[in-house]
């Protein structure tokens, strides 16, 4: 009998073809998986993630039935959010201007002005964020029911798509609002005589952030309420403008662009019809750049560079100095403001990249000159980021390199 012998080239190609084989299995797994486990809309994503942020009524509108409305019910509880917010930004301000008029020998170390710096900042850009959208209430109610309506009407026409990337993120936004305001309860039942707790201020006997000020156990509790109480309002207003106002109409965005991708791929619409929703996608960029317009857009961006910057210094420079429960929260703190400017920050150029793209597909086409025209004077989706500058590929490494620049300065302070 003859025996068949296999060349090395020979057992190189089975190799290769079992290895397509584990991959087209491995992917047509999780394609599995995803449409069995994912979602197939972000919407009761978005919806979810709304009823958990708005629960304390800081902004004035909610949903009903899956709709946003204005709403001028539990004024109480919004004017409670914002004078706590204001209290406590009191409370580090004044103990910022003690140490500035303090002419004595001893000065605090750097980390504590640190801290407070970033207290400062972030208290003041959530409070420029309730601001804001307070005065925008009704463009904002307008871009997110359209944002909704518009993936609505695309699951109707049977074109259904959900980014694993932005259920992540939703996830560990209410990660997020669960978890922080718990280290800010902690800091202010172990140690009310740090800032901003109200104890440091108004207790005669706190010789140092470390002393408990010989206050008992149901008055530190008040003061761990009221913390616990700012760190919520302060983490669901934030994200809730960042996941929710800002990122969710970017991914609407990219659910209407792969829509008309797909319409002239199958060839199923007119040209006319495919025009009409790029329209669509143009009316939601505008009402997306009116509510993010300048100066709020600026704020956001500058609040998380330093607030990073800050929560960076803290953990790289003085982990032995500051109390255990200041290290986990800015720890967290760091990790998630991290994520927003690798992740979502750079998601948010990609309806400029596609839709740059989809005008080139069209320009392509062979349709009418009128057609062709009417193309050209079709602009790109772009998200303003001020100063006549907008999202796209490289943002997210131009801010995280500030945050960089920013930290070495500290460092060398």
């Known amino acids: 009998m003859?025996?068949?012998?296999?060349?090395?080239?020979?057992?190189?190609?089975?190799?290769?073809?079992?290895?397509?084989?584990?991959?087209?299995?491995?992917?047509?797994?999780?394609?599995?998986?995803?449409?069995?486990?994912?979602?197939?809309?972000?919407?009761?994503?978005?919806?979810?993630?709304?009823?958990?942020?708005?629960?304390?009524?800081?902004?004035p509108f909610t949903l009903i039935k899956g709709t946003f409305v204005v709403t001028g019910k539990n004024q109480c509880r919004r004017i409670s959010a914002v004078v706590v917010i204001l209290f406590h930004l009191a409370v580090v301000l004044k103990w910022v201007l003690d140490n500035w008029l303090d002419t004595g020998e001893h000065s605090s170390p750097i980390w504590k002005f640190v801290l407070m710096y970033h207290c400062v900042s972030l208290f003041s850009s959530i409070m420029a964020f309730i601001v804001h959208i307070t005065k925008l209430k009704g463009e904002t109610i307008w871009l997110l029911n359209a944002a909704l309506q518009i993936e609505r009407d695309c699951r109707a026409e049977g074109f259904e798509i959900v980014h694993l990337?932005?259920?992540?993120?939703?996830?560990?936004?209410?990660?997020?609002?669960?978890?922080?305001?718990?280290?800010?309860?902690?800091?202010?039942?172990?140690?009310?005589?740090?800032?901003?707790?109200?104890?440091?201020?108004?207790?005669?006997?706190?010789?140092?952030?470390?002393?408990?000020?010989?206050?008992?156990?149901?008055?530190?509790?008040?003061?761990?309420?009221?913390?616990?109480?700012?760190?919520?309002?302060?983490?669901?207003?934030?994200?809730?403008?960042?996941?929710?106002?800002?990122?969710?109409?970017?991914?609407?965005?990219?659910?209407?662009?792969?829509?008309?991708?797909?319409?002239?791929?199958?060839?199923?619409?007119?040209?006319?019809?495919?025009?009409?929703?790029?329209?669509?996608?143009?009316?939601?960029?505008?009402?997306?750049?009116?509510?993010?317009?300048?100066?709020?857009?600026?704020?956001?961006?500058?609040?998380?560079?330093?607030?990073?910057?800050?929560?960076?210094?803290?953990?790289?420079?003085?982990?032995?100095?500051?109390?255990?429960?200041?290290i986990i929260l800015f720890s967290a703190v760091a990790v998630d403001l991290f994520i927003l400017i690798v992740g979502p920050f750079k998601i948010m150029a990609n309806p400029f990249v596609r839709s740059k793209e989809l005008l080139q597909s069209l320009k392509r086409m062979n349709t009418s000159g009128w057609v062709k025209r009417f193309v050209k004077s079709c602009p790109p989706s772009k998200l303003i980021l001020g100063d006549g500058k907008f999202f796209d590929r490289a943002t997210s490494l131009v801010i995280f390199s500030k945050c960089v620049d920013l930290l070495i300065t500290f460092v060398l302070m």
């Open 2 to 59: 003859a025996v068949l012998k296999l060349g090395p080239r020979s057992h190189l190609m089975g190799l290769r073809d079992t290895g397509t084989k584990i991959a087209r299995t491995f992917q047509s797994t999780v394609k599995w998986i995803s449409n069995v486990c994912l979602p197939s809309s972000n919407i009761p994503l978005v919806v979810g993630l709304t009823k958990m942020s708005l629960i304390i009524d800081q902004l």
């Open 165 to 326: 990337y932005y259920i992540g993120f939703i996830a560990l936004s209410k990660m997020a609002v669960v978890m922080l305001p718990l280290p800010c309860f902690a800091t202010g039942l172990l140690l009310p005589c740090i800032p901003p707790v109200w104890s440091s201020v108004i207790y005669l006997e706190c010789n140092s952030w470390d002393d408990d000020g010989n206050s008992g156990f149901i008055f530190r509790m008040y003061g761990a309420i009221l913390c616990y109480y700012l760190g919520f309002s302060v983490i669901s207003t934030g994200v809730f403008v960042i996941t929710v106002v800002m990122i969710y109409p970017a991914e609407v965005k990219l659910i209407l662009i792969e829509s008309i991708s797909r319409d002239l791929s199958s060839g199923r619409k007119p040209s006319i019809e495919v025009l009409i929703t790029y329209r669509n996608l143009q009316m939601l960029t505008d009402l997306h750049n009116s509510v993010f317009r300048h100066p709020i857009m600026s704020i956001m961006v500058g609040a998380v560079t330093i607030c990073e910057s800050f929560a960076l210094y803290i953990i790289i420079t003085s982990t032995l100095e500051v109390p255990v429960v200041v």
